[in-house]
């Protein structure tokens, strides 16, 4: 009687895609190139709306950017939500940040963060008032007409409320996640380990700031946004959830529209003196809120 031989299977390998390097880069461009796409379109579908129904879509650029960043938002919620269903590095290190915090501690960090952007948002603009740049960028110059078109009310409520939201989701909850944890491969907890894991947040920090000023297309509100994207970072760092960055790109808006819609700031006239001693006021105002928020960090 023959023998047969039994030729064993091989164990077939199951790769971990997502951990591939050039799987991680896509899923850091994907969100980017959905917003981009999602808000532009609708922008276009409205703009249309708007025309058939005999409006100017230039006079209510603001209310058809609303509606636009409204729709887009459910769309960068999702990637938000599921980075943080998963058990990833930079959420492993957020999560407790958050957790630790009693609601006292994270109404007043949040109300320091909101006075921060307010302040330093402020200042920044001023001091790019006085370098001339504002009237070399025919882009920003265009940005700036549309941005306070279509009435304080979708002002307020777009450019103080859904646009912060929508890109502080974006920027920091969704591309600043994922490129931490596309630098820091697994938490370490020696110190070496930890001076490694700072460097790559602040690289991180810097390079999320970069994209959200680059996506601003002017050179204006790439320096303004992109320094203040970095401050944004830090404050999700603080707070352990997206929410500290949010209010602080509320704050820095607010005062944005406030100066140009109300009387409240009619004073600050360019080049007075009341000018140069307003923006060193908000500078230093802004650095005591950074201070206080870092030692209220301390008094957990």
Partial sequence: MLRTSVIPRKKKIKMNVSNRPLFQVWNLILPLLVYFVIINVSMSLFAMFATFSGLDPQKQYMMLQTAATAVTIPFILR?????????????????????????????????????AGAALGTALNNMIMLSGLQEISQGYREVHTYFFAGGIFFELLGACLLTPFLEELLYRGVIYARLCDLMILEEEKTERGGKRQRKSRIIAMAVSAFLFGAFHMNLVQFLYAGLLGVLFAWFMEEAGHFYGAFLAHMGANLMAVLRTETSLFSWMKPQSTAFYAATAACFAAGVLFLAAIALFREKK
Avoid: C, N
């Fill in 79 to 115: 990637y938000y939500r599921e980075d943080k269903a998963r058990p990833t590095v930079f959420w492993k290190h957020m999560q407790p940040v958050m957790d630790q915090k009693s609601v006292r501690q994270r109404a007043v960090g949040g109300i320091l963060m909101f006075l």
